[in-house]
């Protein structure tokens, strides 16, 4: 199940993920025909987590409030991102965690995507 963002698609989520995403901006970028830029924010109520995954595009991650816990398998370890911090997801990189690091306090953050036009921009693993 997907949502429609500038010619992309966006997962909806796990059912018992404990996250909710919200699209914020979908543009073509002139650029670089052909690709897409698309930002949403995720917010993870408490102890919330998304299932493994991976993006059809590369992520730029932006914490706006609260801590998130993230790894890729690109990337190494785990490691927790406060409020004010980023990371990156190269493209088709498991993201192996993806979670709030907190069970008392929400957590949010914003995804911003470069993919091709029409991608299907994350998809879980069954």
């Not at 949502?3 to 914020?24: F, Q, S």
Request: proline share 6%.
């Amino acid at each position: 199940m997907g949502i429609g963002v500038a010619g992309a698609r966006v997962a909806l989520g796990h059912p018992d993920a404990g996250a909710a995403i919200e699209p914020v901006l979908a543009e073509k970028l002139a650029n670089v025909p052909g690709s897409s830029l698309s930002a949403l924010v995720v917010t993870y109520a408490p102890g919330g987590k998304s299932p493994v995954h991976h993006h059809a595009g590369s992520v730029f991650a932006y914490v706006l409030s609260g801590a998130i816990r993230s790894q890729s398998a690109a990337t190494g370890p785990a490691r927790v991102y406060e409020t004010g911090e980023a990371f990156f997801e190269p493209v088709g990189s498991a993201h192996l965690v993806s979670e709030n690091a907190s069970d008392r306090e929400p957590a949010k953050l914003l995804a911003v995507f470069v993919a091709e036009d029409g991608a299907t921009l994350t998809t879980f693993e069954k």
